[in-house]
């Protein structure tokens, strides 16, 4: 019973290029997350959303953009990749009420050559 | 933004061995929460502790706010406890926006 979907579970990528991670969810959860981990530095936000149409950044959005024209789908952009992107990407969401309930989807390795 | 670490970075345990695992935080917080990453990269949650105590199987929490720290138990560690621990605090008190400031984990892996 997945409830976080993100689409590709490894990518590769070429500096340069324009890259889109895609996250679903089937909870109508308000609230959906991208997270980056890296080895060694935990999670850390780079954007998130609590509505359709809305974002904030969180504390890396450089080099991000996001896109959430569906309350289900919330999707992180990469406007032109490089190679200091290649990470593990976390998406995760929750309703809008609850301080906890997090649900994280299986992640997305993306490397960048 | 609030400062979140986590002791120790790694841990090797025996199966059957117990373990405490250790966050510390830098300013007050309304809630924290533990999770686990398995071997395969899925983060799961394990505990919303704002304060007190939790239990839940072989795993118990406690945070203590007012000294900005909490601990994770585990008992009788098994292979499949192997993986990281998060701990996490809001990054806005007393929003529900939902923003965490995650530690950098601590590292279990647990043998045979």
């Known amino acids: 019973d997945v409830k976080v979907t993100q689409s590709s579970r490894y990518l590769v990528k070429r500096t340069g290029e324009k890259v889109f991670l895609e996250c679903v969810q089937d909870m109508d959860h308000e609230n959906m997350f991208w997270y980056r981990q890296d080895p060694g530095l935990g999670l850390r936000l780079i954007y998130f959303?609590?509505?359709?149409?809305?974002?904030e950044k969180g504390d890396i959005p450089e080099g991000y953009s996001v896109s959430r024209e569906k309350k289900e789908r919330f999707s992180l952009i990469l406007e032109s990749a490089s190679t200091n992107q290649t990470s593990m990407y976390l998406c995760?969401?929750?309703?809008?009420?609850?301080?906890?309930?997090?649900?994280f989807g299986s992640g997305t390795r993306l490397t960048v050559v | 933004g609030i400062q979140v670490e986590q002791s120790p970075p790694d841990l090797i345990l025996q199966e059957g061995a117990n373990s405490t695992l250790r966050c510390n935080f830098s300013?007050?917080?309304?809630?924290l929460q533990w999770f686990h990453q398995n071997p395969w990269g899925q983060l799961i949650n394990l505990f919303y502790?704002?304060?007190g105590t939790k239990q839940n199987g072989r795993l118990s929490a406690t945070t203590v706010a007012t000294e900005r720290y909490s601990l994770l138990y585990i008992s009788s560690s098994q292979t499949t406890d192997s993986g990281v621990y998060f701990c996490?605090?809001?990054?806005?008190?007393?929003?529900?926006?939902?923003?965490?400031?995650f530690g950098r984990g601590t590292q279990l892996t647990v043998w045979p």
């Open positions: 300013d007050s917080v309304n809630n």
């Open positions: 502790i704002p304060s």
């Open positions: 996490a605090v809001p990054a806005d008190r007393g929003s529900t926006l939902g923003r965490l400031y």
């Open positions: 995760a969401s929750k309703l809008e009420i609850q301080y906890y309930g997090y649900t």
């Open positions: 959303s609590y509505d359709v149409k809305m974002k």
